[in-house]
Nanobody, 126 residues
Framework: QVQLVESGGGSVQVGGSLRLSCTAS????????MGWFRQAPGKEREFVAA????????YYADSVKGRFTISRDNAKNSVYLQMDSLKPEDTAVYYC???????????????????WGQGTQVTVSS
């Protein structure tokens, strides 16, 4: 497993932007598929976005398509989530996840990942 640390959360007004970062330990970051999930109070953790070993392959939840962008920098052992046009319903704790397992699919399920960060709070107010 790899150790993950998220940063970049905070409070922002509706329509604003935030950029989340997730830095991983280890020397094999490039071999991991990475994902972002979020969990709002009283709700289940849900998929937000994923990026494969090749940055050409990215997947997004319908609720964030066109507003969020996932990217990675393997030289910095980091994955990012650029969040624009934020809405109150984007308020949640955001988690970074990693998996070294290769499988078919969009890596949109919690069980697709074996390593998780501690989460960072994002609050969008109107």
């Amino acid at each position: 497993q790899v150790q993950l640390v998220e940063s970049g959360g905070g409070s922002v007004q509706v329509g604003g932007s935030l950029r989340l970062s997730c830095t991983a330990s280890g020397r094999t970051f490039g071999s991991y598929a990475m994902g972002w999930f979020r969990q709002a109070p009283g709700k289940e953790r849900e998929f937000v976005a994923a990026i494969m070993w090749s940055e050409l392959l990215k997947y997004y939840a319908d609720s964030v398509k066109g507003r969020f962008t996932i990217s990675r920098d393997n030289a910095k052992n980091s994955v990012y989530l650029q969040m624009d046009s934020l809405k109150p319903e984007d308020t949640a704790v955001y988690y970074c996840a990693a998996t070294a397992n290769r499988r078919h699919g969009q890596y949109s399920q919690i069980y697709d990942y074996e390593s998780w960060g501690q989460g960072t709070q994002v609050t969008v107010s109107s």
